[in-house]
């Protein structure tokens, strides 16, 4: 089953507009983290946002927020004010537990955001 | 203070032959992670290393792939006998020492370095 789910393969938004890209994750550990990576065209990877499972506030970034619903298991990326440059691929990553060696993230299979002008 | 450095970030091999990917952590991280991502496919885990370590390596196949990251220089990732399978983009991360479980081990990544085999 997958581990992270991403529903929106492909959004659209207009400039300065906000949007929101979805994310659902499914672990059992008490103790997790949760990570937003944008990739855009010119492939590298930006680390955008953390969220860790004990958090009482939602991470906030900049333009960047997390909608982090404990309960519903669901941590959604909102962008503020998109901007041209917001286009790009969008990943959720999950890090299960807190155990010292246990550092892999487990990605989904990410969300292509066009900002149209 | 320069991120993580990946090189080269075009390779080209032919099958059969062997596939050296480099990479320097950020000044200051002593914990590497390799990532492979297939076209159109988010990404994969293949192998978390310390300085002439290798802590977890579970997602790393079983045949023709190794990793290390000694203690003087780059970790390196190595493909032998490469198939065009194993045509991917691999990125490495690196995050700082300090306790899972934080943001502290925020993973930033590289470049990537982009395999083509004919």
């Known amino acids: 089953a997958q581990k992270i789910t991403q529903t929106q393969p492909g959004m659209f938004v207009q400039e300065k507009e906000a949007v929101t890209l979805d994310c659902t994750y499914d672990?059992?550990?008490?103790?997790?983290?949760l990570f937003w990576y944008k990739q855009p065209s010119s492939g590298e990877m930006i680390f955008l946002i953390y969220q860790g499972s004990y958090d009482q506030q939602n991470a906030t970034e900049g333009r960047y927020s997390l909608n982090f619903q404990k309960a519903r298991k669901s941590a959604n990326l909102v962008i503020s004010a998109s901007q041209l440059g917001d286009s790009a691929m969008y990943f959720c990553?999950?890090?299960?537990?807190?155990?010292?060696?246990?550092?892999?993230?487990?990605w989904g299979l990410g969300t292509s955001l066009a900002v149209n002008p | 203070n320069a991120g993580v450095m990946q090189n080269p970030r075009h390779l080209v091999r032919r099958r059969g032959q062997e596939a050296r990917l480099r990479c320097s952590p950020m000044?200051?991280?002593?914990?590497v992670y390799w990532y492979r991502q297939l076209p159109e496919e988010g990404l994969k885990f293949m192998v978390y290393?310390?300085?002439?370590?290798?802590?977890?390596e579970s997602g790393m196949p079983k045949e023709r792939f190794s990793a290390e990251f000694p203690k003087e220089g780059p970790s390196i990732l190595r493909i032998q006998q490469v198939v065009r399978g194993d045509s991917a983009a691999y990125f490495c991360?690196?995050?700082?020492?300090?306790?899972?479980?934080?943001?502290?081990?925020?993973?930033?990544f590289g470049p990537g370095t982009r395999l083509t085999v004919l």
């Open positions: 290393l310390q300085k002439e370590n290798i802590i977890d």
């Open positions: 672990t059992s550990d008490p103790s997790y983290g």
């Open positions: 990553a999950m890090r299960e537990g807190s155990a010292g060696n246990n550092r892999k993230l487990i």
């Open positions: 000044k200051g991280h002593s914990h």
């Open positions: 991360a690196s995050s700082p020492p300090g306790l899972a479980g934080s943001g502290t081990d925020t993973q930033y």
